[in-house]
């Protein structure tokens, strides 16, 4: 049983976000952006409440902004999803997860040293140029269900 449901269309929107936030950080990047990309529709709390597919965590909207910069930003984001994407996205959505990604959901790039915390949320561990948090114990414990 996948973590959550999804078509055909969802594996490649998924696939064309881990390709766009993290291809320079190959494909164990863009697992971990996947991760925080699922972890966003099964956790149901905090900035996250309410998510029930891909396409509703993906160009979800925060403060006026896409949650993901690649939405508005990415030139790669509106390319084509690959197989080697498709792939990786699949298995994100089907049982993927891993450390520091694992239950994270939020990531960025600070282009230094990652901060111990992130708007309150500790930091779980960096991978390349992305730093990962997770939700503050007993925040959101769904998170670690799904």
Known sequence: MP??????????L??????????????????????VIVNRIVAN????TGLRSVNQAIFQVQGGNFSFEAVQKGNVFYQRARASE???AKLNLDYWRDHPAKYALWYFNPHAACPPTWYGQPLTGQFKEHCFYEPK???CESVYRG
């Open 3 to 12: 973590r959550v449901s999804y078509r055909s269309s969802d594996v490649d």
């Open 137 to 139: 114990p007993g925040t």
């Open 45 to 48: 709390c905090s900035d996250f």
């Open 14 to 35: 998924m696939a064309r976000m881990m390709r766009a936030e993290a291809v320079g950080e190959g494909k164990q990047g863009m697992l971990y952006v996947g991760n």
């Open 86 to 88: 498709r792939r990786l």
